[in-house]
Nanobody, 125 residues
Framework: VQLQASGGGLVQAGGSLRLSCAAS????????MGWFRQAPGKEREFVAS????????VYGDSVKGRFTISRDNAKNTVYLQMNSLKTEDTAVYYC???????????????????WGQGTEVTVSS
């Protein structure tokens, strides 16, 4: 399984970015996908997750109402639209694929077994 994340960059506070994560090597449409982030010196933090069917999403409290996760199973790609960015959103963002087939959506990192290489997001004030 390979995950390729992209779309990170430098943006001013209040701006927007759209991250993408292209997956290969697993039947993408049957697995939940998640986004996590890790800022320097901090623990990895759950950001968002989407059910394999796209019918259910879960968000971390710090991003609710600002970020939107979506997926295109035909393109084996999951997206994270990030609006109203804040300086505290600065981190490396990782996409991950769920360990179990057609499982409930989870915010727990151990429920994901393959991770992308990360894409860096920097929000300036």
């Amino acid at each position: 399984v390979q995950l390729q994340a992209s779309g990170g960059g430098l943006v001013q506070a209040g701006g927007s970015l759209r991250l993408s994560c292209a997956a290969s090597g697993r039947i993408f449409s049957y697995y939940n996908m998640g986004w996590f982030r890790q800022a320097p010196g901090k623990e990895r933090e759950f950001v968002a997750s989407i059910r394999w069917s796209g019918g259910s999403t879960v968000y971390g409290d710090s991003v609710k109402g600002r970020f939107t996760i979506s997926r295109d199973n035909a393109k084996n790609t999951v997206y994270l639209q990030m609006n109203s960015l804040k300086t505290e959103d600065t981190a490396v963002y990782y996409c991950a694929v769920a360990r179990r087939l057609a499982a409930p959506v989870s915010i727990v990192p151990n429920e994901y077994d393959y991770w992308g290489q990360g894409t860096e997001v920097t929000v300036s004030s």
